[in-house]
């Protein structure tokens, strides 16, 4: 998520962006950018647990999407199964410019 203010901003616009990196046996890894989803940050004592919440549904709802783009580009026939893939993590940059609005 790139976030237009700091932790305690309420209210200020965020990007939250699905990936996926992919590591090949090279050793290499792509990082595949997915559609985003702008918010505003929430409020309240328990703000950064339901903006991590937003975050992971923002991505369970883009993965098959993301998934169908990396099978595009490597000829795959079928994307694999997006219901085993997991958000491993959610990622914040703080007091990022809002280029997105």
């Not at 999407?65 to 997991?86: F, G, K, N, Q």
């Not at 491993?88 to 280029?99: C, D, F, H, L, M």
């Amino acid at each position: 998520m790139r976030i237009d203010g700091g932790p305690d901003d309420d209210g200020a616009e965020l990007l939250a962006l699905a990936f996926l990196d992919l590591r090949f046996d090279d050793g290499h890894v792509e990082r595949w950018l997915g559609p985003g989803a702008v918010g505003t940050k929430p409020a309240g004592p328990d703000a950064m647990v339901t903006l991590q919440a937003w975050a992971r549904e923002r991505t369970d709802e883009h993965a098959l999407t993301l998934m169908c783009e990396v099978a595009i580009d490597y000829d795959v026939p079928s994307p694999s199964i997006v219901d085993s893939m997991a958000c491993e993590e959610v990622v914040v940059e703080w007091n990022a410019p809002s280029t997105w609005t």
